[in-house]
């Protein structure tokens, strides 16, 4: 007798046709529309799949979060966040609305420039800082981040020829009673490793010590976690103050806040779960507020984050290539939306919608992408009507992530269009062509000759 394959097992809610808290119906309305621009329109001239950015509700998202800390704190700076979408036109966006850069690699940061952002309007974070890299950054009075030694020791020996001084910070990790606790960047609190740091930046005649920076985590889930970070960062602040008459310029509570996303394993949806900007808001500024800063000479609040931002901006539509069913019965539908420009796929429960009419029967579906690989799977089980081959959808709250980890695996990358305040559809990104990969290949010439 042939032995059964293991599938895993479920959690299926339950619905009998009464009333229940989970209502009676699990499938979301059809979205034909973004911003009032048919889907339809967007994927005859655009093609599918198309990744969409909303300009008005990253303006309004921005806008939300500012608010919920300049009305709290009264020395607010937001920095947008580059690796979390770093195509233009949306950085730009975040800049237009008074957002700073804070960038992790040299790329990043020449992106930055040409996108106009001042040096002086950079945060440089990150490991991997060449000296090409810091050379630039302080030439340009931008504020780097020290993670490591290794690179306070190289700062200092480019300062030597130099008469300006570098603009700097260090990055600190610590226990926030968040755990596995991210220890891998910057220098550890609780043994000495920050204050060390402190020390040699502190007594050292090249270099300006500008603020204190931390990174606690990713998708964070309680806000309490930063009301720690802010109290061990105030601390040092004030021990900096009373060892060395020095006031630092900022405190930097780097980014993780969470999106509306729902992660996978989660029971209930991430929009009534997750923290919201206000929560997070709320932990961290009364902390900096009840602080004992020196005449109560606040410092610069400067946020990093980018996820929450732009999430519920982006949209991926796309389209059914076919359905089957598995050899247990169960139905699977292939879209040509694949985990290669989805990568959040593999962290989120994303919430999935058709784009047009569909009846009220559903079934629940396993979304298949086209890649030619097991692990392309957009969603394990969703109740989702029937859908058709050439029918459409829209995965929703994709802006962060997606289109920096994307990659040409199998398939090339779509178009990303962003639809303006006045509905209008821009294209600022083209997909990708067979050109585009060959022209970074060289085929030495005794290869290029062959008989099949």
Request: charged residues 25%; neutral net charge; contains cysteine.
């Amino acid at each position: 007798m042939e032995k059964l394959r293991y599938e895993r097992p479920v959690i299926k809610k339950l619905e009998t046709g009464m009333p229940n808290k989970f209502g009676l119906r699990t499938e979301y309305a059809p979205l034909t529309h973004i911003d009032g621009v048919s889907v339809k329109e967007m994927i005859n001239e655009y093609g599918s799949p198309l990744f969409v950015i909303s300009e008005s509700t990253i303006r309004s998202t921005y806008k939300k979060a500012k608010k919920a800390f300049s009305t709290r704190y009264p020395k607010v700076q937001f920095a947008w966040s580059y690796k979390t979408n770093y195509i233009s036109a949306v950085c730009n966006v975040f800049h237009q609305e008074g957002s700073w850069a804070e960038v992790v690699s040299g790329f990043e940061y020449e992106k930055a420039l040409r996108n106009g952002v001042d040096g002086k309007k950079i945060i440089f974070n990150g490991p991997d800082k060449n000296q090409n890299d810091l050379k630039k950054a302080i030439e340009n009075e931008s504020l780097i981040h020290i993670d490591h030694l290794d690179e306070l020791y190289t700062i200092i020996e480019l300062t030597e020829n130099t008469e300006k001084r570098a603009k700097v910070a260090i990055r600190i990790n610590m226990d926030t009673g968040i755990y596995p606790m991210w220890d891998r960047f910057g220098f550890n609190y609780e043994n000495g490793q920050a204050w060390d740091a402190l020390n040699k930046i502190m007594r050292s005649s090249k270099l300006e010590l500008m603020g204190l920076h931390c990174h606690i985590g990713t998708f964070m889930l309680t806000a309490s976690a930063y009301a720690v970070a802010a109290s061990k960062l105030a601390d040092l602040a004030i021990g900096i103050e009373q060892k060395y008459n020095h006031s630092i310029k900022y405190i930097d509570l780097g980014g993780g806040f969470a999106s509306k996303n729902t992660l996978k394993g989660a029971y209930l949806p991430g929009s009534d779960t997750n923290p919201s900007f206000d929560d997070f808001a709320e932990a961290i500024t009364s902390t900096l507020l009840n602080a004992n800063f020196r005449n109560n000479e606040l410092p610069l609040l400067i946020l990093e984050t980018g996820r929450a931002l732009i999430d519920d901006a982006g949209f991926l539509l796309g389209s059914v290539i076919a359905n089957k069913r598995t050899s247990q019965g169960k139905r699977t539908t292939i879209l040509d939306i694949g985990v290669n420009i989805l990568f959040t796929a593999f962290w989120y429960d994303h919430k999935i919608t058709p784009a047009q009419p569909f009846t009220h029967y559903t079934e629940t579906t396993q979304l298949f992408g086209p890649l030619c690989m097991n692990i392309d799977v957009v969603r394990d089980n969703i109740d989702l009507p029937l859908l058709n081959k050439g029918d459409h959808l829209v995965v929703h709250q994709v802006g962060a992530y997606n289109m920096t980890q994307w990659m040409q695996f199998i398939t090339l990358r779509p178009n990303v269009v962003m639809i303006d305040m006045d509905g209008k559809v821009h294209l600022i990104r083209e997909n990708e062509k067979l050109e585009n990969i060959n022209s970074l290949e060289r085929v030495p010439e005794y290869l290029k000759k062959f008989e099949l």
